[in-house]
């Protein structure tokens, strides 16, 4: 294959996965920016989604059930932690990671035991191809970065047209004024915990059918995600779109002309020296 169709691809590739990124990014930036919380099990929680699928795909045969009761399921499930573990040590930082920290251990060993070490695959829902440089190309990928944008503008729009959103930005903003004005801090605290765990298990959902389904894949996914919350700037939404796309495809550049390590090592890199020159990272207003 020649240079042009490679780029093509691997510029392809890199968009669909900095959408998938974006969407884990954002959950974890909602909860950070709103309860300061690093939530070390964010990636267990994308692993759910993958496994939820595998499951509901192999035992149902329904890639499309699982699309839409998956996060469902494990947003619940990211609530009550964040209400059973979380919450009784918010007021303490360090306690918060040390308990996300338990919580990834229990989520990762309760994978375990549901799907087993060996990895697996997901049948791709859309069985259909594209030409697209000589090759042919799954439409079902285009398929997934179109339902990331439309629920990530989508969150967009609920976090800036609602009520609900209107509370999470005032909480954020000053804590006891919006508590003094009426407004169930605890309440949103707890409804942004779920909604985070959601959008996490969602990109596992999407992801499942184009990636290794493993009971611990969420641990290479979390670093990136942490440094696209960080170089995106914490708590901006338009920052984690940004910096999402930008590491992928970057990583997709790079790929063409190193091997896979160590072009995750020059994206990973490039992030680090925006953070040098740039402190604050993107912080895109939106």
Do not use: C
């Not at 930082?93 to 994978?111: D, E």
């Not at 439309?150 to 609920?158: A, Q, T």
């Not at 919350?229 to 999402?244: M, P, Q």
């Amino acid at each position: 294959m020649g240079f042009l169709p490679e780029l093509v691809l691997q510029l392809v590739n890199g968009f669909v996965w900095g959408w998938i990124l974006a969407l884990l990014a954002l959950g974890l930036t909602l909860v950070f920016g709103l309860l300061e919380v690093i939530n070390i099990a964010h990636g267990a929680l994308y692993a759910f989604g993958a496994i939820g699928t595998w499951y509901l795909a192999r035992k149902l045969g329904s890639f499309w059930l699982s699309l839409l009761v998956t996060p469902l399921v494990v947003g619940v499930l990211g609530l009550g932690a964040y209400l059973i573990a979380v919450r009784p040590v918010a007021s303490t930082p360090i306690a918060t990671v040390i308990a996300t920290f338990g919580l990834l251990f229990i989520f990762q060993h309760v994978a375990l035991l549901i799907f087993g070490p060996n990895p697996s695959s997901v049948p791709l829902p859309i069985d259909v191809s594209i030409p697209l440089m000589g090759r042919m190309y799954p439409v079902y990928r285009l398929f997934v970065a179109a339902v990331a944008m439309v629920v990530i503008g989508g969150l967009w729009l609920f976090l800036r047209k609602t009520n609900y959103g209107t509370w999470v930005r005032a909480t954020q903003q000053d804590r006891e004024t919006a508590v003094a004005m009426g407004i169930p801090a605890a309440k949103i605290y707890a409804l942004t915990f779920g909604l985070g765990s959601a959008l996490a298990a969602l990109g596992g959902v999407l992801a499942a059918p184009i990636t290794s389904v493993q009971f611990n894949m969420g641990i290479d996914v979390i670093i990136d995600i942490f440094i696209v919350v960080i170089a995106g700037g914490l708590g901006s939404f338009g920052g984690t779109v940004v910096v999402s796309l930008f590491l992928r495809e970057l990583e997709g550049i790079s790929a063409i002309f190193f091997n896979p390590v160590l072009s995750k090592a020059i994206s990973l890199m490039a992030m680090v020296a925006i953070l040098l020159v740039r402190k604050e990272g993107f912080a895109v207003k939106a």
